[in-house]
Protein backbone atom coordinates (compact mmCIF):
# COMPACT_ATOMS: atom_id res chain seq x y z
CA UNK A 1 0.00 0.00 0.00
CA UNK A 2 1.24 3.59 -0.61
CA UNK A 3 2.06 6.16 2.13
CA UNK A 4 -0.78 8.42 1.39
CA UNK A 5 -3.39 5.92 1.02
CA UNK A 6 -2.31 4.54 4.36
CA UNK A 7 -1.64 8.14 5.72
CA UNK A 8 -5.58 8.67 4.65
CA UNK A 9 -6.84 6.08 6.45
CA UNK A 10 -5.28 5.68 9.53
CA UNK A 11 -5.71 9.55 10.72
CA UNK A 12 -9.78 8.74 9.77
CA UNK A 13 -9.13 5.97 12.72
CA UNK A 14 -7.40 8.34 14.87
CA UNK A 15 -8.29 12.30 13.65
CA UNK A 16 -9.64 13.05 17.61
CA UNK A 17 -5.91 15.04 18.08
CA UNK A 18 -5.70 18.42 16.82
CA UNK A 19 -2.05 18.17 15.36
CA UNK A 20 -3.71 14.90 13.26
CA UNK A 21 -6.42 17.11 12.13
CA UNK A 22 -4.13 19.81 10.84
CA UNK A 23 -1.84 17.28 8.93
CA UNK A 24 -4.97 15.39 7.49
CA UNK A 25 -6.20 18.86 6.51
CA UNK A 26 -3.29 20.01 5.02
CA UNK A 27 -2.99 16.25 2.75
CA UNK A 28 -6.60 16.50 1.42
CA UNK A 29 -6.00 20.22 0.51
CA UNK A 30 -2.94 19.86 -0.87
CA UNK A 31 -4.87 17.04 -3.34
CA UNK A 32 -7.93 19.19 -3.78
CA UNK A 33 -5.45 21.51 -5.17
CA UNK A 34 -3.81 19.44 -7.47
CA UNK A 35 -6.45 17.29 -8.78
CA UNK A 36 -9.42 19.69 -8.02
CA UNK A 37 -12.14 19.37 -5.99
CA UNK A 38 -15.08 17.68 -7.68
CA UNK A 39 -11.67 14.65 -8.76
CA UNK A 40 -13.14 11.42 -8.38
CA UNK A 41 -9.98 10.75 -6.09
CA UNK A 42 -11.74 13.80 -3.77
CA UNK A 43 -15.12 11.79 -4.03
CA UNK A 44 -13.25 8.80 -3.00
CA UNK A 45 -11.66 10.39 0.60
CA UNK A 46 -14.97 12.36 0.76
CA UNK A 47 -16.85 8.94 0.92
CA UNK A 48 -14.29 7.42 3.13
CA UNK A 49 -14.37 10.29 5.94
CA UNK A 50 -18.71 9.69 5.81
CA UNK A 51 -17.81 5.71 6.50
CA UNK A 52 -14.34 5.33 7.49
CA UNK A 53 -14.99 1.39 8.24
CA UNK A 54 -15.90 0.60 5.10
CA UNK A 55 -13.29 -1.62 3.51
CA UNK A 56 -14.60 -1.34 -0.25
CA UNK A 57 -14.09 2.33 0.16
CA UNK A 58 -10.82 2.02 1.59
CA UNK A 59 -9.81 -0.11 -1.43
CA UNK A 60 -11.97 2.53 -3.95
CA UNK A 61 -9.35 5.29 -2.60
CA UNK A 62 -6.10 3.24 -3.45
CA UNK A 63 -7.54 2.60 -6.77
CA UNK A 64 -8.03 6.66 -7.47
CA UNK A 65 -4.97 7.23 -6.13
CA UNK A 66 -3.21 5.01 -8.02
CA UNK A 67 -5.26 6.05 -11.29
CA UNK A 68 -4.32 9.73 -10.45
CA UNK A 69 -0.85 8.83 -10.26
CA UNK A 70 -0.72 10.90 -6.80
CA UNK A 71 2.46 8.32 -5.88
CA UNK A 72 4.44 10.63 -8.40
CA UNK A 73 3.84 13.99 -6.47
CA UNK A 74 6.68 14.65 -3.91
CA UNK A 75 4.95 17.42 -1.98
CA UNK A 76 1.41 14.79 -1.18
CA UNK A 77 4.01 12.20 -0.38
CA UNK A 78 6.10 14.62 1.89
CA UNK A 79 2.54 15.72 3.49
CA UNK A 80 1.44 12.27 4.09
CA UNK A 81 4.83 10.88 5.45
CA UNK A 82 3.89 13.95 7.68
CA UNK A 83 0.75 12.88 9.11
CA UNK A 84 2.09 9.47 9.92
CA UNK A 85 4.65 10.74 11.87
CA UNK A 86 2.38 12.79 13.56
CA UNK A 87 0.19 9.26 13.62
CA UNK A 88 3.06 7.07 14.98
CA UNK A 89 3.90 10.16 17.69
CA UNK A 90 0.60 9.43 19.49
CA UNK A 91 -0.50 6.64 21.85
CA UNK A 92 -1.37 3.43 20.20
CA UNK A 93 -1.10 5.21 16.53
CA UNK A 94 1.56 2.83 15.56
CA UNK A 95 -1.06 0.32 15.49
CA UNK A 96 -3.81 2.29 14.53
CA UNK A 97 -1.59 2.50 11.27
CA UNK A 98 -0.89 -1.17 11.20
CA UNK A 99 -4.03 -2.39 11.90
CA UNK A 100 -5.95 0.04 8.98
CA UNK A 101 -3.43 -0.98 6.37
CA UNK A 102 -3.37 -4.65 7.37
CA UNK A 103 -7.09 -4.69 7.06
CA UNK A 104 -6.87 -2.90 3.45
CA UNK A 105 -4.37 -5.23 1.80
CA UNK A 106 -6.90 -8.33 3.10
CA UNK A 107 -9.49 -6.36 1.55
CA UNK A 108 -7.71 -5.76 -1.98
CA UNK A 109 -6.86 -9.34 -2.03
CA UNK A 110 -9.71 -11.22 -0.88
CA UNK A 111 -13.14 -12.57 -2.74
CA UNK A 112 -15.98 -15.20 -3.04
CA UNK A 113 -17.65 -16.51 -5.61
CA UNK A 114 -18.46 -19.71 -7.61
CA UNK A 115 -17.61 -21.44 -10.72
CA UNK A 116 -19.19 -23.90 -13.06
CA UNK A 117 -17.47 -25.87 -15.65
CA UNK A 118 -19.99 -28.15 -18.13
CA UNK A 119 -20.04 -29.42 -21.66
CA UNK A 120 -16.75 -31.44 -21.19
CA UNK A 121 -16.00 -33.55 -23.67
CA UNK A 122 -12.97 -35.57 -24.37
CA UNK A 123 -11.31 -36.30 -28.14
CA UNK A 124 -9.38 -39.48 -28.00
CA UNK A 125 -7.59 -38.70 -31.59
CA UNK A 126 -7.99 -42.59 -33.31
CA UNK A 127 -5.16 -45.03 -33.65
CA UNK A 128 -5.20 -46.08 -37.20
CA UNK A 129 -1.66 -47.22 -38.21
Do not use: H
Not at 73 to 85: G, V
Not at 109 to 122: D, L, Q, R
Amino acid sequence: MDVITAAIIAALAGVGKDVIKDSYNALKSAIKKKFGSESDLIDAVEKLEKKPDSEGRKVLLQEEIENAKVNDDAEIIQLAQNLLDKLKEQPGGQQIINQNISNVKYAATSGTGTASISNITENNPSKDN
